[in-house]
């Protein structure tokens, strides 16, 4: 039994968690990954087809992105204030790199195992190239696979992490006559740029299209959508260098980027506004708007330290496991549900059950995933040894 004294220390231990946490930067994790799982949860009702239904299609695609600029956000202020500092070198290009690693690889290459099993066991042939999912190239410039859908975001994470720090160390070779801080900011917009314009190359080239194959040539694959992070990271960038004006307008911004936002994702997808009617939208706009839009709302979001503890808990604890629930919730629990217990024939009572039983299962099997492997992986980024090599 936990004497008072240990259970005071947790009490601690879990106060100090929170308050190290920015809680409007976890509601919008939050979001993001209930958006995904809602999304996939469309295929419970395969034969239901309605505007209700159309908007459950973008949820999942929405959600992504929200993810994307957070992470571009985050990230950036981390390597302004690595590029920025005196001592910035290469030793702290690796280092940024691997505590990114052991945060998002060992998860990845397990349920990317777990889904070569399962594939194995229910009999489904496994892609030719599945070599390419251990290097993070299965969608690098080509259409992404079926197998293993959801993992369609993470290589463009990881080509982010490694692009721009790369960047900003290879450009000191140069000794421009430029701060330090005007070049971060030259070259994360040049990288905005590259990746807004191979977008335009996508549309030249890709003339008649439908939102199917868009899904998975353009939204889906790397060379496509690295600018998408780095929209976030910009924000960061203004959010340093420029934190009077990131503050004063933090309002008209959120207004701005909430009706942005919702025009985009409710009313387009509602008015049947799709691709075969406006494909230079669709190809070369719509995405960037669509993080641009985000990008607006982080003034606010970002200022939202904590809230009553009866929200606190359960939006930081779903931030906290929502990239093991990213992981699992479709190619694993939704797979193997439909596997054992098809819907074909159930009552509408019965799927809402259904569908019920797939939140539950999805909650808890992210939050064992997260406890009993995530986490501890994550945390040997901070062992001993690894610290003072970089040190």
Not at 72 to 83: A, D, E
Not at 339 to 363: C, D, K, Q, R, W
Request: with cysteine; hydrophobic share 55%; charged share 15%.
């Amino acid at each position: 039994m936990k004497n008072p004294h240990d259970k005071k220390n947790d009490e601690i231990r879990m106060k100090i968690d929170y308050e190290k946490r920015i809680f409007g930067l976890d509601i919008m994790r939050a979001i993001a990954i209930l958006l995904v799982v809602c999304s996939h949860s469309a295929w419970i009702f395969p034969q239901t087809k309605n505007v209700f239904t159309d908007l459950m299609s973008v949820a999942g695609l929405v959600g992504v992105e929200v993810f994307f600029v957070l992470s571009g956000f985050l990230i950036g202020r981390l390597i302004y204030k690595l590029f920025t500092s005196p001592s910035f070198g290469f030793r702290d290009v690796t280092y940024f790199w691997i505590r990114r690693w052991f945060r998002t690889l060992p998860n990845y290459y397990l349920i990317l195992l777990f889904n070569v099993l399962l594939a194995i066991y229910l009999g489904t042939v496994l892609p030719e190239n599945l070599w390419q999912y251990v290097f993070f190239i299965q969608n690098f410039a080509w259409e992404m696979p079926l197998f293993f859908g959801e993992s369609w975001s993470l290589p463009i994470e990881e080509f982010a992490y490694i692009l721009g720090p790369l960047l900003l160390y290879l450009v000191l070779f140069l000794n421009l006559k430029i701060s330090k801080s005007k070049l971060f900011l030259i070259i994360t917009s040049c990288i905005v740029l590259i990746f807004f314009l191979t977008k335009i190359g996508y549309y030249f080239n890709h003339l008649q299209t439908n939102m199917i194959f868009w899904n998975v040539n353009l939204k889906a694959v790397t060379i496509y959508r690295i600018d998408a992070i780095y929209y976030g990271v910009l924000a960061a960038y203004v959010a340093i260098t420029k934190e009077d004006f990131w503050l004063r307008y933090k309002y008209l911004f959120f207004v701005i980027g909430a009706l942005v936002f919702l025009g985009l994702n409710f009313i387009v997808p509602a008015k049947q506004l799709f691709i075969e009617s406006y494909p230079f939208f669709w190809n070369v706009l719509y995405l960037p708007i669509n993080s641009l839009a985000i990008v607006f709302t982080l003034p606010v979001l970002s200022q939202i330290k904590s809230a009553p503890k009866f929200i606190l808990v359960p939006v930081t604890v779903i931030s906290l496991i929502s990239y093991s629930m990213y992981l699992i919730h479709y190619s694993v629990v939704m797979q193997l549900l439909k596997h054992f217990f098809p819907t074909e024939g159930l009552s509408t009572n019965m799927l809402f059950i259904y569908l019920i039983a797939y939140f539950v299962i999805t909650t808890v099997g992210s939050y064992l995933l997260y406890v009993v492997f995530e986490k501890p992986m994550t945390n040997l980024r901070n062992h001993k040894k690894i610290k003072n090599h970089f040190k």
